[in-house]
């Protein structure tokens, strides 16, 4: 279980003091599905930076399965964030000189995995997001959907209790976002793996089963459909 | 796979690679043949005056070096020469005889160093019988002789002409003979080719009137082995009677010549590394900065700051890798070849052969082929992207993956 405890995130803008998480109080259970809405600037991506372990909160408290996280020496975060998060970005981010194949396995070999699980287990996942035809080609050769479903394999890869996405969809045509957000619910359903979204896309707040909207960093409303 | 990562980092941008590497292996290119040239000038010069002729050390009868007489010279006998064997990295050790003696032939005649020898010693010592460019390279008579080139192409000698020596002997006596001519010899040095002669040592004995005695040991190190510290140890060994020096102490001007012209090479390579440090700086610089993005990606999905680090390294090592590999290669052959085919003063203008004969060195230049250059300098360029690679280093231990991104 995710859970934030008066959580606030403040940055400096110049002399200007940024609210960006402003006492947010949230719990997201095993297997949620949810969704962080909210305009631009209401402090959705700050919110799971923190929760990630990315960003270092000003104060409050970030718990996942009881380990007070936001605690963590920067090393701690960094072995913690290997073992249990899977990240997917806006932008993809896959190694621009590694394979589709290589970019999952680079995360397993983090891991310690040999080379054998981490050959079986990379072919597992880009089967898994239909990529497996693709396993040879470097990012550039792939269209943004296809990154981005290596990025979900990638996040997968180290076989996390909880995947963030930040705004994953936003560079994706419509097609593109119904087959990745296919495989997204399907993850969470057949392999119980929370996610946690940043998101503008009405796509994903249609298929999200929770919805928490952000406004100048405050939790305005949290609807379970 | 961070082997490969690092690998195939380096060829995100082909044409700074390559810009990087020539930069490399362009500077290398310069500094090793500049470096061979040098060393290899400085051996053939060091082989054919120290190895050849003075030895690395050399002992005397104590205050032999200030007043060189034969009135100064020594009895050298078993026990001391087992004394100085003994001592760690001896090749060879031989005696000598030297006096000086008024030379004639008809109506010339000409001052000269006799020196007395153990042509068995010498062989093993400087190659003895390669320096006989005529006649025979041992004395089968006590009367005979070999000269030196310059000698015998000043009185014309031709095998079997006499020649009388006249001089001074052992304490106050006479020494004067009638010699045959019996070799002739290049000593690949023509200031010592323009006054030796050689006859064998119990010959130059007999002509001085005096049985046993030597003027010099001429001592010859095994390679690598310190000169100074052989002759140190001799010091310890042999009592005060006798007097130990280095070549560099016998010959302090060829020393002090190779010294200074040495410090211009290395300030040369200096100059040519600063380059090279820049470049290669300014290399790491845009694949450190370029990839902030990237490498706020690796933190986030979990890759220490370590691993990070030692992509770089890699990068940095692999890059400089590649140009010391292409510098070496390129300057192995052109080594090899000016080492076989040495560089003839003579050839790049009148008189200067001449001007380095002037100071007793054989105007050619061979390179050196010495692994020892190229791999100190390839060690140096791996030694600089170790230091460059501290900028990179610095960057990701203070880096925040969520800066990082944003930037």
């Known amino acids: ?225 | 796979m961070i082997l490969k990562i690092a690998w195939r980092n380096i060829w995100r941008n082909n044409k700074r690679t390559l810009i990087s590497t020539l930069s490399i292996s362009g500077a290398l290119f310069l500094v090793i043949l500049m470096r061979s040239m040098q060393l290899g000038f400085y051996d053939n010069i060091i082989n054919t005056i120290v190895q050849s002729y003075s030895g690395y050390v050399q002992v005397h009868a104590d205050g032999y070096w200030e007043k060189q007489s034969v009135n100064n010279s020594m009895e050298v006998d078993e026990q001391l020469l087992n004394e100085i064997n003994s001592i760690n990295g001896i090749e060879n050790i031989a005696k000598r005889l030297t006096t000086f003696s008024l030379v004639s032939k008809g109506e010339k005649s000409k001052g000269s160093i006799i020196t007395g020898i153990e042509v068995k010693k010498e062989q093993l010592m400087s190659d003895w019988e390669k320096k006989i460019i005529e006649g025979s390279s041992s004395f089968d008579n006590s009367n005979e002789i070999i000269l030196s080139k310059g000698i015998a192409e000043y009185f014309d000698v031709k095998m079997g002409d006499t020649l009388v020596l006249f001089g001074q002997g052992y304490q106050g006596m006479m020494a004067a003979g009638k010699f045959v001519a019996n070799g002739i010899a290049d000593l690949n040095n023509p200031k010592l080719n323009e006054m030796t002669i050689f006859m064998d040592i119990k010959s130059a004995q007999e002509y001085i009137s005096s049985e046993n005695i030597s003027t010099h040991l001429i001592i010859d190190k095994k390679e690598y082995y310190d000169e100074k510290k052989i002759a140190e140890d001799i010091r310890n060994v042999v009592s005060n009677d006798y007097e130990v020096m280095t070549w560099k102490e016998i010959l302090p001007e060829l020393d002090q010549m190779i010294t200074a012209d040495n410090v211009g090479g290395l300030i040369m390579a200096f100059i040519l590394y600063v380059i090279v440090c820049f470049g290669m700086f300014g290399t790491v610089l845009m694949m450190t900065e370029e990839r902030m993005y990237e490498f706020g990606v690796l933190l986030s999905i979990g890759m220490g700051k370590v691993k990070l680090y030692l992509i770089i390294l890699l990068e940095t090592i692999m890059l400089s890798s590649i140009g010391v590999i292409i510098g070496i290669l390129t300057t192995r052959p052109i080594s090899i070849y000016f080492n076989k085919n040495p560089i003839n003063m003579d050839d790049f203008g009148e008189g200067l052969g001449e001007a380095m004969g002037e100071f007793g060195f054989d105007p050619i230049i061979p390179f050196s082929t010495n692994w020892d250059i190229p791999l100190s300098h390839a060690l140096f360029i791996f030694c600089i992207s170790i230091l460059i690679s501290i900028y990179p280093a610095i960057r990701i231990l203070y880096l925040n993956p969520v800066k990082a991104m944003k930037e």
């Open chain 1, 1 to 225: 279980m995710i859970e934030t405890q008066k959580l606030k995130k403040t940055y400096k803008q110049g002399s200007l003091k940024v609210k960006a998480v402003d006492n947010v109080n949230l719990k997201i259970s095993d297997g949620e599905f949810t969704a962080v809405v909210g305009p631009s600037g209401s402090g959705k991506t700050t919110l799971l930076n923190c929760v990630g372990g990315l960003d270092i909160p000003t104060s409050g408290k970030v718990i996942i399965d009881d380990e007070v996280i936001s605690s963590y020496s920067s090393d701690k975060m960094i072995k913690f964030r290997l073992n249990n998060i899977g990240f997917v970005f806006q932008a993809y981010n896959l190694i621009p000189v590694l394979t589709a194949k290589e970019n999952i396995e680079m995360v397993m070999l983090m891991q310690g995995y040999n080379k054998q699980e981490m050959d079986e287990r990379s072919i597992d996942l880009l089967n898994e997001v239909g990529m497996e035809n693709m396993s040879k080609r470097r990012p550039a050769e792939l269209s943004g959907g296809q990154q981005q479903r290596v990025a979900v394999a990638r996040a997968l890869a180290s076989k996390p209790k909880f995947i963030l996405a930040d705004e994953p969809t936003a560079n994706l045509d419509s097609k593109s976002t119904a087959k990745l957000l296919d495989i997204m619910s399907r993850l969470n359903k057949q392999e119980n793996i929370t996610f946690l979204f940043s998101t503008h896309d009405q796509r994903v707040i249609d298929r999200a089963r929770r919805v928490v909207t952000l406004e100048d960093g405050k939790i305005i409303k949290d609807i379970k459909k």
